[in-house]
């Protein structure tokens, strides 16, 4: 057996730690080289090679599409420079007069970046509750011809079902594109393709890569048609991601599913000591991933000074744990009006719980409500 057909049939998790691994034809350098080449030689002007210009393609960049195509099991990925560079390539398969249906709640500068779309006349958009038991029947009725979809959502954690709005949004309407925003569980805990969704998109900058130190994005597809007009669009707009930041998000998507379980363990345990907790006035955590958040009886302020491990700052998804407070932070671009429609409450307060020892993390929160 050689080694490509060992990697095809060997499970998702083994293929994500051997993606790109040993293919240096070169070298054969076990980790696969970083290409910042911006331009590639042609031996003449007959030659067409593969790559040719980094806006275009780029073998770095290609070796992480592939390993997020292969783990959210869709035809093919485009990397970008961030989470907002890739739904703004998404958005592009929008125009004019189409309607865009988004959860009323989703992370709020996407929130804000549709709605500033809308307004100039790009497409048209409704903000709907995509998380109650009529929601796909609702959604379906307006066949709309894109649904964006957020679960969990950022950051009150309600959970829509992909599968039931998929199912029925399609039944009705099979030309609508349902995309989701998989940022908060990452293809480890879910994977929108296999729901019935036509698109998956991250903000790479969380789980996927994992530590904190690169700002990224990805839109995987289900279909080679939305690939090609998405790859179409990203080299149009320039809308991709550095060779650096690719090889780093490969560097650190190799660890995620040991990263996910852990953390994942303790949040669970977090959620435990959480719910025994008389200054927690209502918990929110959708069962499944390591983000959580908590409403505080009790000043927000004092609160947040008084941790010591848990660093007070906007992101999530990494290696170290982070707390936030959306109304003030993540959220602020909503608006006070949308704010409050999604439950964004002024004492929220979101963790992203890292794989510290959960002791720890206990303690450092046991601390700051004493
Ligand atoms: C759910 C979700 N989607 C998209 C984004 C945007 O990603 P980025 O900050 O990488 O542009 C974020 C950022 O926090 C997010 O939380």
């Not at 530590?211 to 990224?216: A, I, M, N, Q």
């Not at 599913?257 to 008389?278: H, S």
């Not at 609160?303 to 491990?309: A, G, H, Q, S």
């Amino acid at each position: 057996m050689n080694q490509d057909m060992k990697k095809e049939t060997s499970a998702p998790a083994t293929r994500l730690v051997q993606a790109a691994i040993g293919d240096d034809a070169a070298h054969k350098a076990v980790i696969p080289p970083l290409y910042l080449s911006s331009t590639y030689k042609m031996e003449s002007l007959e030659d067409h090679p593969h790559y040719s210009y980094s806006r275009v393609r780029n073998p770095t960049r290609d070796h992480l599409c592939d390993a997020l195509a292969d783990l959210e099991e869709g035809y093919g990925a485009a990397v970008t420079s961030s989470g907002m560079a890739a739904l703004a390539l998404v958005l592009q398969l929008l125009k004019p007069g189409d309607l865009l249906i988004a959860p009323y709640d989703c992370y709020g500068r996407a929130y804000r970046l549709m709605a500033a779309l809308a307004e100039k006349g790009h497409f048209k958009l409704e903000f709907m509750d995509q998380y109650a038991s009529d929601s796909a029947q609702m959604i379906a009725a307006k066949k709309s011809r894109m649904v964006l979809i957020e679960s969990p959502s950022n950051p009150v954690m309600r959970l829509a079902d992909i599968e039931s709005i998929t199912r029925t949004v399609k039944t009705q309407n099979p030309e609508c594109i349902v995309v989701c925003d998989n940022t908060f569980l990452s293809p480890a805990l879910q994977k929108p393709l296999t729901l019935g969704a036509d698109i998956a998109f991250h903000s790479t900058t969380k789980f996927l890569n994992g530590h904190s130190d690169v700002v990224g994005g990805a839109v995987i597809t289900k279909t080679k048609e939305l690939w090609d007009e998405l790859d179409f669009w990203a080299n149009s707009f320039g809308l991709i991601g550095a060779p650096f930041d690719s090889y780093m998000t490969l560097r650190g998507l190799r660890t995620l599913n040991i990263r996910i379980n852990k953390a994942q363990d303790n949040a669970r345990a977090i959620v435990e000591f959480l719910r025994g907790q008389d200054h927690v006035e209502a918990l929110y955590y959708p069962g499944i991933g390591a983000m959580l958040s908590f409403e505080l009886k009790g000043d927000v302020k004092a609160f947040t000074d008084r941790l010591e491990i848990f660093a007070l700052a906007q992101s999530l998804g990494g290696t170290e744990s982070l707390i936030c407070h959306p109304a003030s932070m993540t959220h602020v671009a909503m608006g006070a009006e949308a704010r409050e429609k999604a439950g964004v409450k002024e004492n929220l307060l979101r963790l992203s719980v890292g794989i510290e020892e959960a002791e720890d993390l206990i303690a450092d929160l046991s601390t700051a409500f004493s």
